[in-house]
C-alpha cells in the first residue's frame, strides 16, 4: 500500500497549525487524523513553543509503522479509521488530512494508487462522518482544522463546517497546476466540474486547481 507523505495539502496544513498552536496560552492536546507518514505531527512538536501533547492515527497500519520510525516515541500513534482509536479521549485540537476529494479524481490519479479514498461523489464522505462525531473527542472551545481542496465539492463543505461550528476562518486559495492525468481525463473531469463536484480553471494551457484551510471553532 502506498502511503501519504507531505505535499502541498500537507505543508498547507503546517503553517496554518503552527500559527493557531502557538497563539494559545496553554498546553495543548492535538489528534491528527489521516497523519500518513506522520509529517504534520512531526513538524508541530518540532516547532511548538510549549511541551503540547501530541496523537495521530492513520487507517493504514503500515503508514504507522512508517511515522513512527519518523517520529520516534515524542507522538502516540494509533491505528485505525477516523476516530476509533481514540475512544474516550478528548482535544483541544484537531486536524483532518483524510482523503477529501472526489472518488473519480482519486480513481484516475497517481495520488491514490493502492490507497482507499472512499469519499464519494462530493468527497465529503469522511469529512462528514469526522463532523458528526466530532463533538465526543473536542474540549469546549476546541478547533478543528482541515484543508479545503478544489477537488471536492468546496461550496457543500464550507456549508457543512459553518453550519457546525461558531467560527470558520478560511486561508487564502494556494493554486497549484494539476497533472498530467487530468489533462488526459478532461471529458470526465469538465462534467464533474458542471455538476459542481471539483472546481478547477484552465490558465496558460494548463488546469488549475487550489488548496486552502478551513480554521473552524466549536
Known amino acids: 500500500m502506498s502511503i501519504f507523505k507531505e505535499n502541498l495539502t500537507s505543508k498547507l496544513l503546517q503553517e496554518t497549525s503552527i500559527k493557531v498552536l502557538n497563539k494559545k496560552n496553554s498546553i495543548s492536546k492535538i489528534l491528527e487524523l489521516g497523519c ?27 503508514a ?17 479509521d477516523l476516530f476509533s482509536p481514540w475512544k474516550g479521549s478528548r482535544f483541544n485540537i484537531i486536524i483532518s488530512d483524510v482523503s477529501s476529494i472526489n472518488d473519480q479524481v482519486a480513481l484516475f ?21 469526522i463532523i458528526a462525531n466530532i463533538e465526543k473527542y473536542a474540549e469546549k472551545n476546541s478547533l478543528f482544522i482541515i484543508p479545503v481542496i478544489s477537488l471536492c465539492n468546496t461550496s457543500k463543505l464550507i456549508n457543512l463546517l459553518r453550519k457546525k461550528f461558531k467560527k470558520v476562518s478560511l486561508t487564502k486559495k494556494t493554486e497549484w497546476p494539476l497533472p498530467l492525468f487530468f489533462s488526459k481525463n478532461i471529458k470526465k473531469f469538465k462534467i464533474l466540474k458542471k455538476q459542481k463536484n471539483i472546481e478547477f480553471e ?17
Do not use: H, M
Open 36 to 62: 500518513g507518514d506522520g509529517n504534520i505531527s512531526k513538524y508541530l512538536q518540532k516547532n511548538q513553543k510549549r511541551k503540547n501533547i501530541f496523537c495521530a492515527s492513520d487507517i493504514s497500519n503500515i
Open 109 to 129: 490519479s497517481p495520488w491514490y494508487k493502492n490507497i482507499r479514498c472512499l469519499s464519494g461523489e462530493d468527497g465529503l464522505n469522511n469529512i462528514k462522518k
Open 64 to 80: 504507522i509503522k512508517l511515522a513512527k520510525k519518523n517520529c520516534g516515541k515524542k507522538i502516540n500513534f494509533k491505528t485505525g
Open 202 to 218: 484552465q490558465k496558460f494551457g494548463i488546469y488549475i486547481a487550489y488548496t486552502r484551510v478551513a480554521i473552524c471553532k466549536l
